[in-house]
T-cell receptor, first 112, second 113 residues
């Protein structure tokens, strides 16, 4: 049982480049979410999904897209990277019965 | 909009000292409250949570938190810390939509031997 996995662990982009952060979970959770963590700001919700085919915006969605074609996978796409998107990104899946979020190991992204 | 405030950004203390981290939330209705911890190089993980009932909740690794509704607070405590408690601690609240947690800014705790 791997839990929540994220790839890559580290990434450096140039301004304007696009990329996809991968997230997968093997706990059959319907609910998944993406957060970004910035110093002094805690974690902020980017996008979330309540099940395959259903996504919605969180607190800071601009510059990011998501899709949910399967229960297991919830990729986050940066369309045109900007230095303001330099951050650590965490994916999480939620056990709705226990109301507990299970976080992935994070992706540290630097945009130059 | 709901918000979560953590009073201390950095705390440094010696082993065996007592720890208390403050957390206040802004919403006055029913709210679920959490403390998450991030040890160096590891995932965030749940320490404890409060939904209802006994306002004193116990979590893993000897941590506990007290929900005080009149003060909108959910402070985290540990009577005697260890070096291994060095970590960043996040308070979070959830009101309404499943999974949409509102996090505080975090408190970096350093325990010196």
């Amino acid at each position: 049982n791997a839990g929540v996995t994220q790839t890559p662990k580290f990434q450096v982009l140039k301004t304007g480049q696009s990329m996809t952060l991968q997230c997968a979970q093997d706990m059959n959770h319907e609910y998944m979410s993406w957060y970004r963590q910035d110093p002094g700001m805690g974690l902020r919700l980017i996008h979330y999904s309540v099940g395959a085919g259903i996504t919605d915006q969180g607190e800071v969605p601009n510059g990011y897209n998501v899709s949910r074609s399967t229960t297991e996978d919830f990729p986050l796409r940066l369309l045109s990277a900007a230095p303001s998107q330099t951050s650590v990104y965490f994916c999480a899946s939620v056990n709705l019965v226990s109301d507990t979020q299970y976080f992935g190991p994070g992706t540290r992204l630097t945009v130059l | 909009a709901q918000s979560v405030s953590q009073h201390n950004h950095h705390v440094i203390l010696s082993e065996a000292a007592s720890l208390e981290l403050g957390c206040n939330y802004s919403y006055g209705g029913t709210v679920n409250l959490f403390w998450y911890v991030q040890y160096p190089g590891q995932h965030l993980q749940l320490l404890l949570k409060y939904f209802s009932g006994d306002p004193l909740v116990k979590g893993i690794k000897g941590f506990e938190a007290e929900f005080i509704k009149s003060k909108f607070s959910f402070n985290l405590r540990k009577p005697s810390v260890q070096w291994s408690d060095t970590a960043e601690y996040f308070c979070a609240s959830r009101r309404g939509s499943w999974g949409k947690l509102q996090f505080g800014a975090g408190t970096q705790v350093v325990v010196t031997p």
